[in-house]
C-alpha cells in the first residue's frame, strides 16, 4: 500500500466514483463545484490534514497505532479518508467504531457530504435496528456494540482490513471488550495473509498504556487546534445546578454575540424542566431580542428529533440544545459557540456485595462528577467552526479536583453480558484473557453466578443453547431470559410489552406542584398486583385510546415515552419472530407473567416484615423496601418479585409484582433448594 499526495488521492475519488453508481451523480448529496472546493479548501486547513504523511508513512510501518489530537483537529472525519485513498479499503472495510449512535449517524453523514456519495453507498452506518450501508460500502462507521455483534457472528472479521477504534478513552464496557478482542484478533490475522490494521484514536486518551497492552505501539500525537475556547469557571460552587444551567444559557442569550449553545444536563427529566422553563422565560424577554428555541438531545429520542438538533435554526433564532452526555464526543453541531458543562454525568455503580446498582443522591438525578477529560470533551464541542466559550458550572479548584480519566465501567458495572459475550465467542477462561484493565475477581464471579442462575451456563461453566440465544438478544441477561421464557408461560405477548416499558426512562410525569394530582390519577390507572401488570394496564389503555395525548396527559403519561415503548416492542417482536419465540397471550390468567417474573429475576424476591413495612429478601434476608414509586407501596403485599434493586437513603425495590413464595422452589430450584427455602 502506497502513500498518496492528498491530490493524488482527490483524482482516485474521482475514477473511483466515476466507477460508482449512477445514482451519486444523480443524488441529492452529488456535490456542486462549488460546495465541493470548499469542503475541500476546510479540510486542508484540520490539522490532521496537514500531518496525513506522517499518518500514513506510521501506518504502513506499524500494524497499530496510536493517534492523539485536539479535539475538532480531524481525526474522525479525515483518517477513515486518507486510509481509503491509500488503498486499505481495496481487499476489505474500514470500520469506524464510535461509542453512540448519534455519533456514528452525524459522523457518516459529514464523510458521506466530504466525499461526494451519498450515505449507504461508499460511507455508510451500522447502528442498532438501522443498517444504512450498501455493497459499494467502503467506509462503515458504526456503534462498538455492532462491530461487537459481528465479531459473535464472524470470529475472523475478515469483511474488514482495518479497525479504527474512535474516542477510545471512553472506557465503556464496550470499548473494552473490543479493544481485547482486537489485539487478539489481530495477533491471530498477522500470521495470516490478511492482517488487520488497528488505528486507536482520542483527544484525551493516556496514549502510553493503550500503547504498552499494544506490545509498545506506535504514537502519533498531531499539534494544533482549529480554534480557541476560552474556558469560564463559576467563582463559587453551585447549589443547583439546574437552576445555574438555565441562568447561563438565558446569561449568553442576553448578553453574547450569536451561536448556539450546547448545555449538558443529567437525563431526560432535567432535560425536559429545563426545556420547559427556558421556554418560559423566553416569553419575558424584550421583543428585540432573538428567539431562543430549546432542543432536547438524549438517548431514549427518536433518531428523527435528534436530528433536530443538527438542523440549522430559523432566521433570528438561537437554538439551546439541552444534551446529556450522548453529545459529550465525536459529533460537530457547526453552530456551537458555547458550551455549558454541569460537571455531571449520570452513572450507575454496581455493587457485587449486595447484587444491586447503587444510584447517587436521589433517584432522579444519579449523577457523578465527570473526569477532566470528559470536561476537555465537553468545552472540546465549541471551537470547531469558529472560536468558543466553556462555562463551566463549577470552580477552577473543583474541576482540580476532578480525576484525570472516569473509571473503567470494567471495574465499577454488572459484567454478565459482557461475559456472556464472550462464551458465545469461544472464550470461557477469564482468568486469562487479556483485558486492558483486568476486572475485580468480585464482578467476574457474580456475572459467573448470574450465568449460571439463568441457566445461560451449566454448572460445567459451559454455555448453553438457552445462553447462546440470550446474547442474541439486544438485552442484559436477566431480560432476555424473561423473553425467552416467556413463551413457555404463554404470556410473549405481555413479556414483550413489560420488557419494552423498562427499557423507556419513565412513563409516568410526576411534575412538582402537581404530585398527590399525579399520584390520584395514576392510581387509577393502577393494578393490585404490582408495577409490572400496571405497565399492561397502561399499554393496553394507551392502545384502546388510539394514542390519544389527551388521554396520556389525564394519566400523567409521558406520550413521547409511550410511542418510544411502542418501537422498541416492535423491534422485539422481530427478534422473536426471527428467533421463533412463539407469540402468545395469556389474556386475563396474570399468575403465568408473575410466574415468568420469578425465573429471570430468581433472586429478587421478599416477604413483608412483621413491622409490615420493611421486607426481607428471600435468598440473602436483607432489608429492603418498595420504593415509593411502586404501586404496591402502602398496599401490603405480603411477597413480591422486582427487576431492581437500588440504594438512596434505604435499598428500595422497584418495579414490583405480587407473588407467591411457594413457586420459587419449583421454578427456580437451583437457588431455592440449596438455599434451604424450599
Ligand atoms: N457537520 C459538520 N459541519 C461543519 N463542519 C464540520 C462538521 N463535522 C466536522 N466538521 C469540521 O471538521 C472538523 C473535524 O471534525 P472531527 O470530528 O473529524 O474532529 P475530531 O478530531 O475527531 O474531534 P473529536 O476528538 O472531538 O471527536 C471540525 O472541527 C469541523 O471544523
Known sequence: MSDVDPEVGEKRRKNHQSHGTKKRCQGKNSMNG????????????????????????????????????????????????????AGYAKHGMIAVTQPRRVAATSVARRVADEFGCRVGEEVGYTVRFEDSTSHSTKIKFMTDGMLLRELMLDGELRRYSTIVLDEAHERSLNTELLLALVKRLQKSRQESSFPLKVVIMSATLEAEAYSRFFLDCKIVKVPGRMYPVEVLYTPEPQPDFLDAAVVTCLQIHLEEPRGD????????????????????????????????????????????????????????????????????????????????????????????????????????????PISKAQAKQRAGRAGRVSSGKAYRLYTEAQFEELSAAAVPEIKRCRLSSM??????????????????????????????????????????KTLTDLGRKMAMLPLEPPY?????????????????????????DSIFFNPAGK???????????????????????????????????????????????????????????????????????????????????CTAFYSNTATIAPDGKSYRMEVTAQEVYLHPSSVLFGRRARSVVFDELVLTSKLYMRHCTVIDVGWLAELVPLLYKTAGKS
Open 515 to 597: 404530585r398527590e394530582e399525579a399520584a390520584r390519577a395514576r392510581h387509577l390507572i393502577s393494578s393490585a398486583d404490582g408495577d409490572h401488570m400496571t405497565y399492561l394496564k397502561v399499554y393496553d389503555g394507551w392502545l384502546k385510546s388510539k394514542k390519544d395525548r389527551e388521554w396520556c396527559h389525564q394519566y400523567f403519561i409521558n406520550s413521547r415515552n409511550m410511542k418510544k415503548v411502542e418501537d422498541i416492542r416492535n423491534q422485539l417482536q422481530g427478534y422473536c419472530k426471527q428467533g421463533k419465540i412463539p407469540l402468545v397471550s395469556c389474556e386475563q390468567e396474570l399468575t403465568a407473567v408473575a410466574r415468568c417474573l
Open 419 to 460: 461475559v456472556l459475550q464472550l462464551f458465545v465467542m469461544g472464550i470461557d477462561n477469564l482468568m486469562e484473557f487479556e483485558f486492558m484493565d483486568t476486572p475485580p475477581i468480585l464482578l467476574l464471579t457474580k456475572a459467573l453466578e448470574q450465568l449460571f442462575l439463568l441457566q445461560a451456563l451449566d454448572k460445567n
Open 261 to 368: 449553545v450546547l448545555c449538558f444536563l443529567c437525563g431526560q427529566d432535567q432535560i425536559e424542566d429545563a426545556a420547559k422553563v427556558l421556554q418560559e422565560r423566553s416569553r419575558a424577554l424584550p421583543p428585540s431580542c432573538d428567539k431562543l428555541m430549546p432542543c432536547p438531545l438524549y438517548a431514549a429520542l427518536p433518531p428523527s428529533e435528534q436530528m433536530h438538533a443538527f438542523a440549522p435554526a430559523p432566521e433570528g433564532t438561537r437554538k439551546i440544545i439541552l444534551a446529556t452526555n450522548i453529545a459529550e464526543s465525536s459529533i460537530t453541531i457547526d453552530s456551537i459557540k458555547y458550551v455549558v458543562d454541569n460537571g455531571l454525568v449520570k452513572a450507575r455503580i454496581y455493587d457485587p456485595k449486595h447484587d444491586m446498582e447503587s444510584l447517587h443522591e436521589e433517584l432522579q438525578n444519579a449523577c457523578i
Open 480 to 504: 432476555a431470559k424473561l423473553l425467552l421464557s416467556s413463551s413457555k408461560f404463554s404470556c410473549s405477548e405481555e413479556i414483550l410489552t413489560i420488557v419494552a416499558m423498562l427499557s423507556v
Open 34 to 85: 462549488e460546495h465541493k472546493e470548499s469542503i475541500l479548501e476546510k479540510r486542508k486547513e484540520l490539522p490532521v490534514y496537514k500531518a496525513r504523511s506522517e499518518i500514513l508513512f506510521e501506518c504502513r510501518r506499524h500494524a497499530t497505532l496510536i493517534l492523539v489530537g485536539e479535539t475538532g483537529s480531524g481525526k474522525t472525519t479525515q483518517v477513515p479518508q486518507f486510509l481509503f485513498d
